[in-house]
C-alpha cells in the first residue's frame, strides 16, 4: 500500500472519530472528565488499531518486495512464495488486528518462513 492510500485512509477514519466525539459531547453535556476520556481513548484505540495493521502489513509486503529473493534461515536456499497467511494479533489495548504476510517455502529443505517483520 502506497503512502498516499495509507494517509487517505487514517484521515478519513480520523475524521469519522472527531465527528463521533464532538456528537457523543453535545449528548453527554454532563460528562465528567472521566468519561470523557474513557470516550475519547475508546475511540482513538480503532485508529490507532488500524494504523498499527496498515503499517505492519505494508512494511511486510515492502521488504519481501525488496528482498530480491528471501533465502531460507537453514539451509541459504532461495523461498518460493506460497501466498499469502493471515495471522490475528492484540494491539496493547485488546483491540484484535490482522496481519497478512508473504509466506514462502524452501525448494531445497521443505522450510516454510515468513520473511521477516
Ligand atoms: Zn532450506
Request: net charge positive.
Amino acid at each position: 500500500m502506497k503512502r498516499k492510500q495509507l494517509q487517505a485512509g487514517w484521515s478519513g477514519l480520523s475524521e469519522e472519530i472527531l465527528e463521533a466525539v464532538a456528537q457523543w459531547r453535545a449528548e453527554h453535556p454532563k460528562a465528567t472528565m472521566r468519561e470523557i476520556e474513557g470516550e475519547i481513548d475508546r475511540r482513538l484505540s480503532a485508529l490507532r488499531a488500524k494504523m498499527l495493521s496498515d503499517t505492519a502489513n505494508a512494511s511486510a509486503s515492502a521488504e519481501w518486495e525488496a528482498a530480491d529473493g528471501v533465502v531460507c534461515p537453514e539451509c541459504g536456499a532461495k523461498l518460493v512464495k506460497k501466498g499469502k497467511k493471515k495471522r490475528e494479533l492484540l494491539t496493547r489495548d485488546g483491540r484484535k488486528i490482522e496481519l497478512v504476510r508473504d509466506y514462502g517455502v524452501c525448494v531445497a529443505c521443505g522450510q516454510g518462513i515468513f520473511p521477516p517483520g
